[in-house]
C-alpha cells in the first residue's frame, strides 16, 4: 500500500502516527479512565511500554488539534491478527481534557468515510464492505459515539483487559458500507463513485 494521506475535518487532521507525537500520546494515554477501556495496555503506564508503530496490520493515526495529537485512532485491517481478523476493526482514545466536544465523533466518522472508500485502506481489495469496534459495557459515551455515526451492536462476548487484571463484556458494533453511505445521504452518490 502507498504512503497514507492525511485525513482532513473541520477540526482536525488525522495523520499517520510519527516519532514526534508519542510523547504527546503518552501523556494523554496515561490515565486510568483511559487506560481501563483500552484492552491491552497496562497500568500503570511507563514510557518503554508505548506500543510499537510499525505493527503489522495496524495503522495508527494521530488526531490532531492545531497540530498538536489529543488521541489516536487505530485501524486493524482486515486480515491481520491471529486468528485473522474478518474486517477491518477500530481502537482509540482521546485525552480526558477533549470528551465530549464531538472531536471522538468528527476523528471517527473521517476515518470510517475513508475506510469505505479508499480501495484497500481497510486491508481488502477494495473498499471495506463492513467495520467493528469492540466497546466495553462500562464505556457507555464510546458506545454513544459509536452509534451516534450509525454503528449498531452485532453481538457480544468477553476479553481480557489487562489494566483491570480481569475479564470485561464488550459489545460488538459494526456498520456496514450500504448502512454508512445511505446515513450519508445526499453526500452518498459522491462517495459510492469515490475510488481514492
Same mark, same amino acid.
Given at each position: 500500500?502507498?504512503?497514507?494521506?492525511?485525513?482532513?475535518?473541520?477540526?482536525?487532521?488525522?495523520?499517520?502516527?510519527?516519532?514526534?507525537?508519542?510523547?504527546?500520546?503518552?501523556?494523554?494515554?496515561?490515565?486510568?479512565?483511559?487506560?481501563?477501556?483500552?484492552?491491552?495496555?497496562?497500568?500503570?503506564?511507563?514510557?518503554?511500554?508505548?506500543?510499537?508503530?510499525?505493527? %503489522? #496490520? &495496524?495503522?495508527?493515526? +494521530?488526531?490532531?488539534? $492545531?497540530?498538536?495529537?489529543? =488521541?489516536?485512532? /487505530?485501524?486493524?485491517? @482486515?486480515?491481520?491478527?491471529?486468528?485473522?481478523?474478518?474486517?477491518?476493526?477500530?481502537?482509540?482514545?482521546?485525552?480526558?481534557?477533549?470528551?465530549?466536544?464531538?472531536?471522538?465523533?468528527?476523528?471517527?466518522?473521517?476515518?470510517?468515510?475513508?475506510?469505505?472508500?479508499? %480501495? #484497500? &485502506?481497510?486491508?481488502? +481489495?477494495?473498499?471495506? $464492505?463492513?467495520?467493528?469496534? =469492540?466497546?466495553? /459495557?462500562?464505556?457507555? @459515551?464510546?458506545?454513544?459515539?459509536?452509534?451516534?455515526?450509525?454503528?449498531?451492536?452485532?453481538?457480544?462476548?468477553?476479553?481480557?483487559?489487562?489494566?483491570?487484571?480481569?475479564?470485561?463484556?464488550?459489545?460488538?458494533?459494526?456498520?456496514?458500507?450500504?448502512?454508512?453511505?445511505?446515513?450519508?445521504?445526499?453526500? +452518498?452518490?459522491?462517495? $459510492?463513485?469515490?475510488?481514492?
Amino acid at each position: 500500500m502507498s504512503a497514507i494521506p492525511a485525513i482532513k475535518t473541520e477540526r482536525l487532521i488525522l495523520a499517520p502516527t510519527v516519532a514526534q507525537d508519542e510523547a504527546a500520546l503518552f501523556a494523554a494515554k496515561n490515565d486510568f479512565e483511559i487506560v481501563r477501556m483500552l484492552a491491552n495496555v497496562p497500568w500503570p503506564l511507563v514510557a518503554s511500554q508505548r506500543e510499537p508503530e510499525a505493527t %503489522p #496490520g &495496524l495503522l495508527h493515526f +494521530s488526531v490532531l488539534l $492545531e497540530g498538536a495529537p489529543i =488521541g489516536q485512532i /487505530t485501524l486493524k485491517r @482486515a486480515g491481520s491478527g491471529e486468528p485473522a481478523r474478518k474486517m477491518a476493526r477500530l481502537g482509540y482514545f482521546l485525552g480526558r481534557r477533549y470528551w465530549g466536544k464531538g472531536y471522538a465523533s468528527e476523528a471517527l466518522g473521517a476515518l470510517v468515510e475513508a475506510v469505505f472508500t479508499r %480501495p #484497500g &485502506l481497510s486491508g481488502d +481489495s477494495g473498499p471495506a $464492505e463492513r467495520i467493528g469496534a =469492540g466497546v466495553f /459495557t462500562d464505556n457507555p @459515551a464510546s458506545r454513544r459515539v459509536l452509534e451516534k455515526l450509525g454503528f449498531s451492536r452485532a453481538g457480544g462476548y468477553r476479553l481480557p483487559c489487562v489494566s483491570r487484571h480481569a475479564e470485561v463484556e464488550v459489545d460488538d458494533m459494526q456498520i456496514t458500507r450500504h448502512a454508512f453511505l445511505r446515513r450519508a445521504g445526499a453526500n +452518498s452518490k459522491g462517495l $459510492e463513485g469515490q475510488t481514492a
